[in-house]
Each structure stands twice: as structure tokens, then as C-alpha cells.
């Protein structure tokens, strides 16, 4: 049983994942729509002539338009790990992007060699064969979406298992995405193997369904809608209508695009649209939106006690303009998909006898969304031509909507159902303040001004979904689909239920296994975002699960921190650093005296605090030396000490300096070394006095064993040796202020600093975290239980945090300390 419920969770992440490029769909479709008829002459009269202005402007737009539709083998390659991938999902899809492209290399070479063998031919141009296509200039095997979701899916799992995986210093190049690269090379070579030999097969498996799904006409139709509609209660609907609508599965290229394509064609034509384009009969899942629901909800307006009728009636019409103008259904589905199954198989059925009708009567075209998608792909561009198939769609609609209402009404009230305005009681909100530990008034809600409204119910909605879960501690992991935040939950048990959930604000709760689908409706996103940051621990939030329990673990084991300086303990303006006096330029800033005394009182709750810099130790502040560190970590991890004793040493290594040497001596910039006790600065007209040299070997017989840990010099020139295919791979950039770039070796980083400590400190420690502000702080969040970004950091250090504090100007550090009870 256990494996079953496992098995469903996957697929239902999988389902979900899949679903973020369709989102894109109806803003091309109606801008390709507009465009074409932007363009038609039948429409716009002289406008319209090829090389006006006019024209070329929306001839322009229409290209653009098209970019999801030429695109969606490589959107869906890229999108599936934004909701599957459980550890850095940005890097997951740069993996997944460069796999599909390694995928497509493997595939078309192993036509062009083997293609006979395989029953497949290799053509001088795509004309001249079929099941052959071009993927960003790359001739292929035409795998449709199901290639780059099986190359995707492939390199998520090798992601999630070795992106964290520990390697040996001296591998450290094959680390994090390389390493992820590396298996993933092999493994879509196979999967690329495989496909040539089997898509053949498929092909004709393909076509055989194909016939079997149109050769049946309206009967098909109606049988696809009614398992699209009875999938949604486990959120699989998305698997069975994806390979038809955007796929070859009845089209080659997928019912969106080839409609899309044909819009021209079909707006100048007058022959009925189910003779044209008879396969578009299949995305007829939108009619019950436009008349089927709105319906229902009739029935439980009229149906609903007197007295009830008005605060139902704020429920039913937003639901009502969700499921009409935007297709989302779920608000109205859930009022009674799990109350009474009754009444939802038979919404399935009705649902399916509305399609049928439609197709029967010839109303075929794009209609699997509300009025916003159906307006963008069929109303504005071929109204002119086929305004009469559509007025017939409006009449049977119609038909149909009094058929659900009576049908619903007559169901209710003979077996007296409780649907919405007709249950004995009302969730009430005290009940619900209880369990959650908010208050659920409209006093947050009325303090907020009116531009901040929305946002004030969005995450007084997520804080309570958090605690109906079970709160923070209760929360594995969450992604959304367009009306779904799902969630995986350590233990169900203590999920509320159902009605609670619906009291919170939500339209629905289902549970399978260990995942929660909570229906929150359009404005998903914005929970989830409210919901992430409640997950992050961000500062004044202190709903989630208590940390004071840190202060304790201390005693025991004791917590260490790593601590960034420039712009994490203190800051100070580089340009203005140029002005002090020469001893000084290179110096750090050094904290304030609440920022000390906060790392002092740290050390004295029993734990260890550790500098965290890219800095050289000769250029840390002598004052900041001597608060109580246990070590440091310079150099962006090439030096470390522990307590006196030494860790790590990883130079720049006498063989890649001789190879550096001729672009540094070259460039006629002044290039700055940097070693443990100095920093050299190298330049053609150097003066002839220590601490400056003329060549590579001068500035580097002046650092402390002639050891040289990073090197510093314009962007431009970085970026030039990062393209020498011998040295690029070998070094590791990071970008300053002020266009100036450090090169380091690939290995040497906070990550490889901090893994030195923890592993001379052995396993009898607390938590450890990392406070950090720039980019070369990635790498320290990744070494850390709890990464801790500054409020002055950018975003996409955040993003990876598991907590923002305080900009350095506000004392972020002493926040953060205090935020995990350990000051």
C-alpha cells in the first residue's frame, strides 16, 4: 500500500511540474490571433498591404508570438525541475537544458550512422522524411515532449542524488553540476540509444491510437473529457491531456500548435471547422467552464437556506468569473467533489455529453480553457468567418446549462444533500483560530491600506496553511501548479481536515499518502510566495515552529557560524577605500561594537564563530582579529586555520600560473596577487619596490612560500581567460565591484574552506549555519545546515537562504543570532 500512495505522489509532482510551460499558452495564442488579424487585409482593409509600417510592425509581433509554440520540447526540458527538483532547482534546469541538447547530438548522430539499421533515414532536408525534426539547428529524432520529459526527469533523480555529493579536494572540478553533467552525459546517451530504437515502434503504436481515438468521432471525444474530468480529484488529468493537446498523439505537433499554425488559413476559410481541423474536437474540456459550472452553482444558490444565501453568494460569484474567464475550475469542483461523489460522477458524465454535442453539431476548435483562451484561439480571429458555428455553440450551451441546473437541483433536494448553504453548522472561526494561533478577523486585514490588501490575505492565508499542516517542522517540501499547492508532509496524521481548511480561506483539501494538495485557486502563486517565505524563517516572523531550543543544543554540542566581513559584519565603500592612506586601502572594515559584543556573547553560549572571507589574512582588520575566533576561512576557502593549526593550503599551483602568465603580463593592466601575509600588485611600469613586480615570477617570490591563493584584474580579461578551453575549466571566477574579477582554482572555495573545518572538528557539533551577502557566499550556504543571507544581499542569494535577515546597516548578524536564540 505504502508503495502505491509513494508511486501516486511521484506522479502527481510529475503531473504538476509539466503544467508551467502550458501556462504560457494563452498569451501567445492571443497574440498570434491579434497579429494574424492584424494582418489580414479582410480585416484591416489597406493596412494590411505587405511593407507598410503597420505590416511589418505585426509581422514582427506574430514572429515573437510563436516562441512558446517552436519551442516546447525546450520549454518542457527546462521546466519540469522547477517543480520536481528537491535541491537548487536553477541549477537543476541548466543541467536538464544542456542534457536535452547532448540528447538531441546523441540522437541525430545515431540516425545518421545507424538509421538504416533502426528503420529510420537520415534526410538532406526534413521534407523528404517524416518522425525527423530540428531542435535549435540540431537535425533529430522527433521525440516530441516526451524526449525532453524523459531526459528531464532523468537528470532531476541524478541531480537530487549527487549534487550534494562529497568528492575529493582534488576533484573538487567534478563537483556540484559537473558532477550532475557527468552522469547525466552517460545516462541520456542510453536514453538517447533506447529512443532510436524504440520510437519507430512507437511511431506506428502512435498512429494505430491516433485512428482509434478520431475514428470514432464524438463518442472519442466524449470519452476523453470524462477521464480528464474524473482524473482531477487525484491531479493526474494533466498526464492524459498533455500528449494530446500539446504532443502527436492525435496531431503531429500537438492539437495548440497545429490550431495556431492553421489560424490563418482557417480565418479566410468558410468550410465548416470540423472538416478542417476535426481533431481539435478533443480540447472540448472547456465548455462545462463557460456553462456547465456556473450552472451548478445556480443550483446551490437556489438550493441554499434563505439566510444563507447571502454569504454564499460571495463565494459563488468569484468562483463563477475563476471557472468562466480564466478556466480554473477548482473552486466550484471542490464545494462538492469529495462531499458527494455522486454528484461529481455525474458532473463527468454531463460534462462529457456537453463535448459530444459540440462536436456532433461541428463546434471544433481551442476550447480547453475560459472565455480569455476560447477568445484568444478561436472568437477574435475567425468570428468574421465562422460566427455561425459559434452561435450554435452558445445554443447548446445554453440547453446544457438548464440540463446541469435541474439535474443538480433535482438531486439536492430529493436526497436533501448538505452542499454549500445547506450544512447544519458553519465552521466557525474561533474554532479554527485555535488551531492554527491566529486570529482569522478582518483585524490584520483592515489595518493593511487597500494596495496592500490582497497581500495581507494572501499570507494571512499561507500562515494558516502552514499551521493547518502541521507547521514548519511538519513540512517536507512544496511546489504549486496553476491552482494547487502540493505538499509533502512528514506525518498526515496531524493534518487538519478537510472543512478547517475551506474555513482557513482554501476551496479544498485532499490527502494521498504523505501529500497534501491544498486548492488555493488562481492566486497560487502569490500564497506560495507568502508560503516560501514562512518556510524561510524570514525576520519578524515568528508563527513557525520555536527556535529558542538552539540556545540549549549549544550547551550540549555547540553551534558554529561562519561569518562573510565586507558586507555581512561591516562595509566599507570601495571607492572611498581608495582614498585612505596606502597602509590602509586593503584593510577590512571592521564591525560595530554591537556587531562584537554579539559574536562575543555567541562564543560565550559555547559556540564556535569562524571568518568566512575572500579575503588574504594580511588584509583582515588587526581589531577584528582579536574577537574570539575559533579559525578562519580566507582566501574564499584556499587558506583555513583552525585554532592555530593549519587545514587547508590550496595555492594556485606553479604550472596553471606559468600558463596564466602570458595573458597577465600582456594585458597592460595592473594585476593583483594575492598570497597568506601580502598582496602584490604586477603591471609593466611597476616601481622597482617590494610589494610590486613587472612579471608573473617577480610577484610571486614576494608572497609567503611563493604560494599566490587568487589573483585580481578587470572583467574583461577574467572573462577572456575563462574561454581558453585548457584554462577555463580549471579556474573559478567571481565577480567584484567595480568591473574587477578574482580568479581562484576551480577547488578552491568557502565550501571547500568550511568542509576542512567540520571535518578536522569531527561530527560532535550542533548546527552550523553561515552568514554571507555575495555571490561568493553560494558556496558557503551549500557548505552550511542553515545559510543565512543579508538583507543587502541580491536576490538570487536569498533565494538559496534558509533565512534573510537584516541589511549590515541595521545589524543583520545580531539579528540573525538572536532570531535562532543563540545570543
Not at 284 to 309: C, D, H, M, N, S
Request: aromatic content about 10%; some cysteine.
Amino acid at each position: 500500500m505504502f508503495g502505491r500512495q509513494n508511486m501516486l505522489q511521484k506522479i502527481q509532482r510529475f503531473g504538476g511540474a509539466m503544467f508551467a510551460p502550458a501556462m504560457l499558452f494563452s498569451i501567445s495564442g492571443l497574440m498570434v490571433g491579434v497579429s494574424a488579424l492584424a494582418t489580414s487585409a479582410d480585416i484591416v482593409g489597406d493596412l494590411a498591404v505587405y511593407g507598410t509600417p503597420w505590416y511589418v510592425f505585426w509581422a514582427i509581433i506574430q514572429r515573437g508570438s510563436w516562441t512558446v509554440f517552436k519551442r516546447l520540447p525546450l520549454l518542457f526540458a527546462v521546466a519540469l525541475p522547477i517543480g520536481l527538483a528537491q535541491k537548487q532547482p536553477a541549477r537543476c534546469c541548466f543541467e536538464a537544458l544542456v542534457a536535452y541538447f547532448a540528447y538531441c547530438f546523441f540522437l541525430s548522430e545515431i540516425i545518421k550512422l545507424s538509421g538504416d539499421n533502426l528503420g529510420l533515414k537520415y534526410p538532406s532536408s526534413l521534407t523528404s522524411a517524416s518522425g525527423i525534426t530540428v531542435i535549435d539547428g540540431i537535425k533529430t529524432l522527433d521525440t516530441g515532449i516526451i524526449g525532453p520529459l524523459a531526459v528531464s526527469a532523468t537528470v532531476v533523480a541524478i541531480h537530487d542524488r549527487f549534487y550534494d555529493a562529497k568528492v575529493p579536494d582534488w576533484l573538487g572540478t567534478f563537483s556540484g553540476s559537473s558532477l550532475v553533467y557527468l552522469i547525466s552525459f552517460f545516462a541520456v546517451f542510453a536514453l538517447a540509444a533506447i529512443s532510436a530504437a524504440i520510437v519507430p515502434i512507437v511511431y506506428a503504436m502512435t498512429e494505430t491510437l491516433r485512428h482509434a481515438l478520431t475514428g470514432v468521432g464524438p463518442f472519442g471525444v466524449g470519452a476523453f473529457v470524462f477521464l480528464e474530468r474524473a482524473l482531477e480529484p487525484v491531479g493526474l488529468h494533466h498526464l492524459l491531456y498533455m500528449p494530446i493537446y500539446y504532443d502527436n498523439l492525435v496531431i503531429t505537433d500537438g492539437i495548440y500548435a497545429t490550431w495556431t499554425n492553421l489560424l490563418p488559413i482557417l480565418s479566410h476559410s468558410t468550410r465548416p471547422l470540423n472538416e478542417l481541423a476535426p481533431w481539435a474536437g478533443f480540447t472540448a474540456t472547456g465548455w462545462v467552464k463557460l456553462f456547465g459550472l456556473p450552472a451548478i452553482a445556480g443550483a446551490f444558490y437556489t438550493t441554499a437556506k434563505p439566510e444563507r444565501r447571502a454569504s454564499l453568494k460571495t463565494i459563488l460569484l468569484p468562483a463563477i468569473v475563476a471557472s468562466m474567464v480564466c478556466g480554473v475550475t477548482e473552486p466550484l469542483e471542490f464545494l462538492f467533489m469529495f462531499t458527494y461523489p455522486g454528484l461529481f460522477l455525474l458532473y463527468a458524465v454531463l460534462s462529457s455529453c456537453l463535448a459530444m454535442a459540440m462536436n456532433f453539431f461541428g463546434v471544433v476548435g481551442i476550447f480547453s480553457g475560459g472565455l480569455m483562451e476560447m477568445a484568444a484561439f478561436n472568437f477574435i480571429p475567425l468570428m468574421r468567418t465562422h460566427a455561425g458555428s459559434y452561435l450554435l455553440a452558445l445554443g447548446i450551451g445554453l440547453v446544457f446549462s438548464v440540463i446541469f441546473f435541474l439535474s443538480f437541483r433535482g438531486l439536492i433536494l430529493t436526497f436533501d444533500l448538505k452542499t454549500p448553504g445547506r450544512e447544519d453548522y458553519i465552521a466557525s472561526n474561533t474554532a479554527l483560530s485555535r488551531l492554527t494561533g491566529n486570529d482569522v478577523d478582518e483585524k490584520r486585514l483592515s489595518e493593511a491600506g487597500a494596495s496592500d490588501c490582497q497581500a495581507s490575505q494572501d499570507r494571512l492565508l499561507a500562515e494558516q496553511v502552514v499551521a493547518l499542516l502541521g507547521g514548519v517542522s511538519n513540512i517536507v517540501g512544496a511546489t504549486n501548479c496553476a491552482t494547487r499547492l502540493r505538499v509533502e508532509v512528514a506525518d498526515p496524521s496531524i493534518v487538519a481536515d478537510n472543512a478547517t481548511f475551506v474555513a482557513a480561506g482554501a476551496k479544498g483539501l485532499i490527502v494521498t499518502g504523505k501529500t497534501a494538495q491544498v486548492i488555493i485557486g488562481v492566486s497560487v502563486p502569490r500564497v506560495k510566495e507568502h508560503f516560501d517565505q514562512i518556510m524561510g524563517l524570514e525576520p519578524g516572523f515568528a508563527f513557525a515552529t520555536p527556535l529558542s531550543h538552539a540556545a540549549d543544543d549549544a550547551k550540549k554540542h555547540g553551534n558554529i557560524c561562519f561569518f562573510d566581513i565586507d558586507g555581512t559584519l561591516a562595509w566599507q565603500d570601495p571607492k572611498l577605500a581608495q582614498e585612505l592612506p596606502e597602509g590602509e586601502r586593503d584593510l577590512s572594515p571592521y564591525p560595530n561594537e554591537t556587531v562584537a559584543q554579539a559574536i562575543r556573547t555567541f562564543v560565550a553560549n559555547g559556540n564556535k564563530a569562524f571568518i568566512c572571507t575572500g579575503r588574504t589574512l594580511s588584509c583582515i582588520h588587526p581589531k577584528l582579529l582579536e574577537l574570539p575566533w575559533a579559525g578562519i576561512v580566507c582566501l574564499a576557502g584556499g587558506y583555513v586555520e583552525l585554532e592555530g593549526r593549519i587545514v587547508r593550503n590550496a595555492a594556485i599551483n606553479p604550472g596553471l600560473l606559468q600558463r596564466l602568465a602570458p595573458y597577465l603580463e600582456q594585458s597592460g593592466e595592473v594585476i593583483r596577487f594575492e598570497g597568506i601575509d601580502r598582496v602584490v600588485r604586477m603591471s609593466a611600469d611597476a616601481p622597482e619596490t617590494y610589494g610590486y613586480a613587472r612579471t608573473v615570477g617577480d610577484a610571486v617570490t614576494q608572497l609567503k612560500h611563493y604560494n599566490a591563493y587568487k589573483i585580481l584584474m578587470s572583467t574583461p580579461l577574467a572573462n577572456r581567460i575563462a574561454q581558453d578551453e585548457e584554462l577555463g575549466p580549471l579556474l573559478c571566477l567571481n565577480e567584484l565591484e567595480l568591473e574587477v574579477t578574482e580568479i581562484s582554482p576551480r577547488e578552491c572555495t568557502k565550501r571547500a574552506g568550511i568542509k576542512a573545518v567540520l571535518d578536522a572538528l569531527g561530527p560532535d557539533h550542533g548546527t552550523v549555519y553561515g552568514i554571507g551577502d555575495a555571490s561568493n557566499d553560494i558556496a558557503l550556504m551549500e557548505a552550511v545546515d542553515v545559510g543565512v543571507a543579508m538583507g543587502n544581499a541580491p536576490d538570487f542569494l536569498k533565494e538559496k537562504a534558509d533565512y534573510v535577515t537584516d541589511s549590515f546597516d541595521h545589524d543583520g548578524v545580531v539579528t540573525a543570532l538572536e532570531h535562532f536564540g543563540l545570543i
